[in-house]
């Protein structure tokens, strides 16, 4: 029994066939960089979703970071 595709499923398709047109037209060289580029964005983006949260703000992470500090030597 076939599982019918998501609106999801059908627009990472298309994304997915336009950017190997688009690698295609390029040279070899080019490409594979393009691809590796692609390739660390896409952990990127797997890595934030799959924490549940966007990039965390670098203040934030300065202010727990100074916390942490202020309680070792306290």
Known sequence: ?????????????????LIQAQLDTLPVELAKKKV???????AKAYRSAKTGRARPSRRTAAIRLSNRSRAKTA
Do not use: G, H, Y
């Open 1 to 17: 029994m076939a599982k019918k595709k998501t609106d999801l499923d059908k627009a990472v398709e298309r994304a997915a066939r």
């Open 36 to 42: 590796k580029e692609l390739q660390e964005i896409a």
